[in-house]
């Protein structure tokens, strides 16, 4: 359940941090008040914060947080990549063009942005993490539950009406 909540409290936190901070209107491809990317993105960072712990990098530690920021810039920018093709494959839509940035490669994949996900990784496991640990453990399975069934609907939902 653990990283079932992540994956929610966080596909919602960055719906509404794109949609309020970024793009200015509801962002996503579901109807629902999440995006899955973004919940899948940092179920991808607590793996390999996980990963990379097991080495016992403990007295190394800049060792482990530059390892983590590389890991997770690959990784992430692999996921945008992947979501960008595949929303422009299913939908016929596009969410975001990277042409415009300097250090492009293709519409989905850009330098400036792969930086923003491994310091945005960093954040997440040494700020963020110590603080929602305290509340991604106290979530009752039902409300889990109840969230996967939303997210089963809204996925349908998208799937037949889109």
């Given at each position: 359940?653990?990283?079932?909540?992540?994956?929610?409290?966080?596909?919602?936190?960055?719906h509404?941090?794109?949609?309020?901070?970024?793009?200015?209107?509801?962002?996503?491809?579901l109807?629902?008040?999440?995006?899955?990317?973004?919940?899948?993105?940092?179920?991808i960072i607590l793996?390999?914060?996980?990963?990379?712990?097991n080495?016992?990098?403990?007295?190394?530690?800049?060792w482990?947080?530059?390892?983590?920021?590389?890991?997770?810039?690959?990784f992430?920018?692999?996921?945008?990549?992947?979501?960008?093709?595949?929303?422009e494959?299913?939908?016929?839509?596009t969410?975001w063009?990277?042409e415009k940035?300097?250090?492009?490669?293709?519409?989905?994949i850009?330098l400036?942005?792969a930086?923003?996900?491994?310091?945005a990784?960093?954040?997440?496991l040494?700020?963020?993490k110590?603080?929602t640990?305290?509340i991604?453990?106290?979530?009752?399975?039902m409300?889990?539950?109840?969230?996967?069934?939303?997210?089963?609907?809204?996925?349908s939902?998208?799937i037949?009406?889109?």
């Amino acid at each position: 359940m653990y990283y079932i909540n992540y994956f929610f409290l966080y596909a919602i936190l960055g719906h509404l941090i794109e949609t309020f901070f970024v793009s200015g209107f509801t962002s996503g491809i579901l109807y629902g008040w999440w995006t899955p990317v973004y919940g899948f993105g940092v179920v991808i960072i607590l793996l390999i914060g996980k990963w990379i712990d097991n080495f016992g990098w403990k007295k190394k530690k800049i060792w482990k947080i530059f390892t983590t920021y590389l890991l997770c810039m690959i990784f992430l920018t692999i996921i945008e990549l992947i979501g960008g093709y595949t929303i422009e494959l299913l939908f016929h839509k596009t969410f975001w063009n990277y042409e415009k940035h300097k250090f492009h490669i293709g519409p989905y994949i850009s330098l400036e942005t792969a930086n923003i996900w491994g310091i945005a990784s960093i954040l997440v496991l040494y700020v963020l993490k110590p603080i929602t640990d305290k509340i991604v453990i106290r979530i009752p399975k039902m409300i889990t539950y109840l969230f996967i069934i939303l997210m089963f609907i809204d996925v349908s939902t998208t799937i037949f009406l889109k």
